[in-house]
């Protein structure tokens, strides 16, 4: 099955930087690639999502475009904000022989200081 | 519109209990999901419901059992409650189970056993 792989937190900066959280997959075929977000003591919900590659998902002044040649989803955004805090999940759609799940990543936590 | 709904959000069993985690969805969704998530490993599938009437499998399904028990709602239940079970359960739901779709998360149970 597809698996994916982000980077390993927790990332602590400071309020205005800039945010890159890497995020790469496996996959056979060419899936849909999500980050979604949990904010404290909260479930998750999708951030940004990209279906095909070269697209570019982006909400709240994050982004994030899918990239094939690299099997890669990076999460970006220009200035951060103490409300940004939050653990970061990559995911990838997996399909077959019936079975359909999201698959997700370990987590990073951000942490934006004041 | 409440959207995913769980109860109870916090449990203590010992061990060798039986408990069912509750879980309804005001949206009108067609598939809906019970994933746990532990420390370090992101969330993982426990059982899926496609569409009333149905359920499958998904990564980690072994102490579980389910029932899709109408459209709304969507039980998952720990027959002999074992410490390796202690975790945090999310209920999410989607309009159906294809691979652009939104998840949408409950603020999820958590769950210990002793």
């Known amino acids: 099955g597809n698996s994916v792989t982000q980077m390993e937190g927790p990332v602590t900066l400071s309020e205005e930087a800039f945010l890159t959280i890497n995020c790469t997959y496996t996959a056979t075929g060419y899936p849909s690639l999500f980050w979604y977000v949990q904010y404290p003591g909260e479930g998750l919900q999708l951030l940004l999502k990209?279906?095909?590659?070269?697209d570019k998902g982006s909400n709240k002044g994050f982004e994030a475009t899918y990239r094939k040649e690299t099997t890669s989803f990076h999460l970006e955004k220009g200035s951060v904000q103490v409300s940004d805090s939050a653990v970061y999940f990559c995911?990838?759609?997996?399909?077959?022989?019936?079975?359909?799940?999201?698959?997700f990543g370990k987590g990073t936590k951000l942490s934006v200081i004041p | 519109n409440a959207g995913v709904t769980q109860t109870p959000k916090f449990q203590v069993l010992k061990t060798g209990q039986s408990m069912t985690l509750q879980c309804a969805q005001d949206m009108n969704h067609n598939s809906m999901y019970w994933y746990r998530q532990d420390p370090g490993m992101g969330l993982r599938l426990i059982y899926y419901s496609a569409s009333e009437g149905t359920t499958d499998k998904g990564e980690v399904p072994n102490g579980y059992n389910v029932s899709r028990l109408n459209k709304r709602e969507f039980s998952l239940r720990l027959e002999s409650a074992a410490p390796s079970q202690t975790s945090v359960y999310f209920c999410a739901s989607s309009e159906v189970s294809g691979s652009t779709d939104t998840q949408y998360f409950g603020p999820g149970t958590r769950l210990t056993v002793l």
């Open positions: 995911a990838t759609f997996s399909s077959g022989a019936g079975s359909y799940q999201l698959t």
């Open positions: 990209a279906t095909k590659a070269d």
